[in-house]
Structures are given as structure tokens and as C-alpha cells.
Nanobody
Framework: QVQLVESGGGLVQAGDSLRLSCLAS????????MGWFRQAPGKEREFVAT????????AYADSVKGRFTISRDNAKNTVYLQMNTLKPEDTAIYYC??????????????????WGQGTQVTVSS
């Protein structure tokens, strides 16, 4: 069983920055592929960013490319999402996800085995 706990969400203005963190339980975090997804009210959950176990591969949704950066610290069992130049359309609940049977990066939600509870990000205009 893997537990994921997100933090760092909040209410900010357009153009501001936030850094989300996701702390994972377990001793084999360094073997997991990790991802961030988000869900806005009335919309389906969508892919945001992903990173492989070694940080050698990352991928981003077109809507956040150039503004968001995913990274991880395997010594701290933590994955981060640095979000810059936030826009009102970034408003959503952000979820951290782990794929424990594959350490590669993936943009597909069904590839992930565990999910966090989510953290709310609200961007005002």
C-alpha cells in the first residue's frame, strides 16, 4: 500500500507561482513513475506532468508546458510541481499519482496505481 499526501495548494492571483509537494510512503519510492493530474469543476481529470523514476524523462500537457516543472527528490520520497505564471484556467484540484509497477513516465491516468486526496489550487484573475 502506498499513501500519497499532497500539499502546497492555495488561493493566488494570476501570474503568481505555487509549488505543490507530494510525499509518498514506502521504501521503494525511487522505483515509481510519478504524475500530476488535475480536475476542474465540471470537467474530467486531465494529465498535467509526469516524471520517471530516475528523473531522466519528463512530459507535460501542452497547456502547462513552459510554465510548470515537475521534479523529484528520491531521498525525501517527494515529487514536486513548480507552477509559474498561473492562469485562472489552472484552477483545479491537483492530484499526485504513483505507478508502482512501472518506473517510466506516463500521461495515462490508468497507468497509475495510487492516488492522493488532492490539493486545491485557485487562481483569481
Amino acid at each position: 500500500q502506498v499513501q500519497l499526501v499532497e500539499s502546497g495548494g492555495g488561493l493566488v492571483q494570476a501570474g503568481d507561482s505555487l509549488r505543490l509537494s507530494c510525499l509518498a510512503s514506502g521504501r521503494t519510492f525511487s522505483t515509481y513513475g510519478m504524475g500530476w493530474f488535475r480536475q476542474a469543476p465540471g470537467k474530467e481529470r486531465e494529465f498535467v506532468a509526469t516524471i520517471s523514476w530516475s528523473s531522466s524523462n519528463t512530459a507535460y500537457a501542452d497547456s502547462v508546458k513552459g510554465r510548470f516543472t515537475i521534479s523529484r527528490d528520491n531521498a525525501k520520497n517527494t515529487v514536486y510541481l513548480q507552477m509559474n505564471t498561473l492562469k485562472p484556467e489552472d484552477t483545479a484540484i491537483y492530484y499526485c499519482a504513483a505507478r508502482v509497477y512501472g518506473g517510466s513516465a506516463s500521461s495515462t491516468w490508468s497507468a497509475y496505481n495510487y492516488w492522493g486526496q488532492g490539493t486545491q489550487v485557485t487562481v483569481s484573475s
